[in-house]
C-alpha cells in the first residue's frame, strides 16, 4: 500500500511513546482573532479497505476542504498573509518552536508553522463525511450545508495532504496534542490534493481498489493536467497486485518493475480526441522511468514525428556516446529507439512505438553505474506494452 510519510520531507523522532508537548514559557496573549475551537472532536478511525460510502465521502471531503474557490490554487497561504493573525499557542516539536495561529477570512481556522522550516500544518473546516459523499454523487454547486468535519492538513513540497479527520471542532489541547505528534513521529497520510488538476488521491486501501477521484476532467487539455497515485476507474482501471489499465489503448502499468516503484499517474489530456496518459516511476531521484500513451490515431507521419522526438532529447540533454544498454531491449517492438550518456555522464533513452491508434513512448534516465537496473525495468515495462512479445 503506497503512502506518503510526513517523515520523507520533516525530520522525526524515533521514538514508540511521544510525551506531551512543551509548552513555551513566553506568554500567550488571549485569543484575539478568529472562530474559538470549543468542541470534543477525536480524530475518525478509518478501517480498511474503505468501503465505496466511506471512500466517496473521504475524498469528497478532502476536495471540499482543501480545495481554492480562486482557480489560482495557492489556498491556504493567500489568505494566511491577508488574515490579520494571532498567535494562541505555542509548542516545541523536533527540535523547532512552533506557533499556532488563528485569523480571520477565508485562512484555515487553525494554522502552525515553526522559524526555519518551510512545512505549514493546518486546520481546514469542511463537510461532513456523509454530507460530502452526498455531494460527490451529483458533483454540482456548493459545498453542502450542515454538519461540518475538521481535516487537519499540512503543506509540503507544494502539496497538499491530510492527516486526519475530526467529526466536530477538536478542542485546543487535543489539537496542540495531534499537531506535535505529526511533526514528531512518523505520520501515514491519508490524502492529497493535487489543487491543479482538481484531483484527490487516498492512501488507504478501499474495497474497489480505486484511490483516486478526479473532480473537474473536462479542463484538463495538455497545459493542465492532474496528478494521481493510483487508480481512478475511469482513465486508470484498477487491476489485481495494484496495477493500472489506460484508457482506451489498454496499455498496462505495472506497481513496480525490477527496482523501480510507481510514484505517480497522470492525466496529461482529457479530451476524447487527444487522450494523454502517462505513469512515472523511480528508484531515486537520478533514477527515473517515465511512461506516456497518446492518442494519435494518423500514423502517416509516425517516423518523422519519432525521429524529431528524439533529436530534441538528444539536443536538451547534450549526448556524448551511446549507451550499449540498448542490446536489452532489442525486439522490444519499438519502432525507433536511441540510448545515449551526456557529458555528467547520466544515462538518457527515448523508446517510441505505435499500438493501434496510440503511440507509446518511454523515457528512461539513469546513473552509470546503474545501467542494468533500468534497463532491467525499462524490459518489464516493454513487455506490458507488448503483449503478444510475452
Request: with cysteine; hydrophobic share 40%; proline share 5%.
Amino acid at each position: 500500500m503506497s503512502r506518503f510519510i510526513l517523515a520523507a520531507v520533516i525530520a522525526v523522532v524515533a521514538a514508540s511513546v511521544v510525551a506531551s508537548p512543551v509548552l513555551s514559557q513566553t506568554p500567550v496573549p488571549p485569543q484575539a482573532c478568529g472562530a474559538r475551537l470549543d468542541g470534543a472532536g477525536k480524530a475518525i478511525t478509518f478501517s480498511e479497505p474503505l468501503t465505496e460510502e466511506v471512500r466517496l465521502g473521504l475524498s469528497a471531503g478532502v476536495y471540499l476542504a482543501l480545495r481554492d474557490e480562486s482557480g489560482r490554487g495557492d489556498w491556504p497561504m493567500s489568505e494566511i498573509e491577508i488574515s490579520s493573525p494571532c498567535v494562541i499557542a505555542r509548542f516545541e516539536a523536533d527540535d523547532a518552536d512552533w506557533e499556532l495561529f488563528a485569523g480571520e477570512g477565508l485562512a484555515p481556522p487553525r494554522w502552525a508553522k515553526a522559524v526555519g522550516r518551510e512545512e505549514l500544518l493546518f486546520l481546514a473546516e469542511g463537510p461532513s463525511l456523509e454530507a460530502a459523499g452526498a455531494w460527490s454523487r451529483i458533483r454540482r454547486g456548493a459545498p453542502p450545508a450542515g454538519p461540518k468535519a475538521y481535516y487537519l492538513g499540512g503543506l509540503i513540497n507544494e502539496i497538499l495532504y491530510v492527516f486526519k479527520v475530526y467529526p466536530e471542532r477538536p478542542a485546543p489541547k487535543q489539537l496542540v496534542d495531534d499537531l506535535h505528534s505529526l511533526i514528531s513521529q512518523k505520520a501515514d497520510a491519508l490524502a492529497a490534493l493535487d489543487s491543479t488538476g482538481d484531483a484527490v488521491s487516498l492512501y488507504l486501501e478501499t474495497q474497489s481498489r480505486r484511490t483516486a477521484v478526479l473532480y473537474r476532467p473536462n479542463l484538463l487539455n495538455g497545459v493542465r493536467k492532474a496528478v494521481i497515485s493510483g487508480a481512478d476507474g475511469l482513465y486508470f482501471m484498477p487491476t489485481v497486485r495494484d496495477g493500472v489499465v489506460l484508457q482506451g489503448s489498454d496499455t498496462t502499468c505495472a506497481k513496480t518493475y525490477g527496482l523501480y516503484e510507481r510514484r505517480n499517474l497522470t492525466v496529461l489530456d482529457s479530451r476524447e480526441e487527444r487522450l494523454d496518459l502517462a505513469c512515472y516511476y523511480s528508484r531515486d531521484d537520478s533514477n527515473d522511468l517515465f511512461a506516456y500513451v497518446t492518442l494519435s490515431p494518423d500514423a502517416g507521419d509516425d517516423r518523422k514525428h519519432f525521429k524529431s522526438v528524439i533529436d530534441a532529447a538528444l539536443k536538451e540533454t547534450g549526448a556524448v556516446r551511446s549507451s550499449g544498454g540498448a542490446r536489452n531491449v532489442r525486439g522490444s517492438g519499438a519502432s525507433m529507439d536511441k540510448f545515449w550518456f551526456d557529458r555528467s555522464g547520466t544515462g538518457h533513452g527515448i523508446w517510441l512505438t505505435r499500438r493501434g491508434d496510440y503511440v507509446l513512448e518511454v523515457r528512461l534516465t539513469f546513473a552509470t553505474d546503474q545501467t542494468d537496473p533500468a534497463f532491467d525495468a525499462l524490459a518489464g515495462l516493454l513487455r506490458d506494452f507488448n503483449p503478444a512479445e510475452k
